[in-house]
């Protein structure tokens, strides 16, 4: 039986630029950085990892990793002071939570939700 999703490993093709982004997040960074070919961050009881790829490397939307953050509004709010251009504005979802999306400096497709409370 399956208990849970220990990490995600996301590929990038600059590791300074990455590890750049995630920090200026929020993210609590563990291992690696910014000359590393590998880092690992903290992701609430897992983690986020990072792995460096050649150039010539390329991948296409593969899908979408969702992290619960505290506050969505705040959360959206810290994107766009790091200089970040979400591709959604925060949004209650039919499926019961507010949310929105933020692309990585890799193409990587980010969401940052929190369950709506339920009345």
């Known amino acids: ?3 849970s999703i220990s990490a995600i ?8 630029r990455a590890v750049q982004f995630y920090r200026s997040l929020g993210f609590d960074m563990l291992y690696g950085g910014e000359v590393s070919s590998f880092t690992s961050f903290r992701a ?8 460096a790829q050649p150039d ?3 991948w296409s939307w593969w899908g979408r990793v969702i992290f619960y953050v505290t506050d969505v509004n705040a959360f959206y709010d810290r994107a766009l002071a790091a200089g ?3 591709a959604t504005e925060p ?8 949310y929105f999306h933020l692309i ?6 980010l969401s ?8």
Do not use: V
């Open 1 to 3: 039986m399956i208990e």
């Open 9 to 16: 490993t996301l590929a990038t093709h600059d590791m300074q």
């Open 44 to 51: 609430g009881t897992g983690y986020l990892n990072l792995i």
């Open 56 to 58: 010539q490397r390329r």
């Open 84 to 86: 970040c251009r979400p």
């Open 91 to 98: 949004r209650d979802a039919e499926w019961g939570e507010r």
């Open 104 to 109: 990585d400096p890799d193409g990587h497709e």
């Open 112 to 119: 940052f939700a929190r369950p709506l409370r339920s009345s």
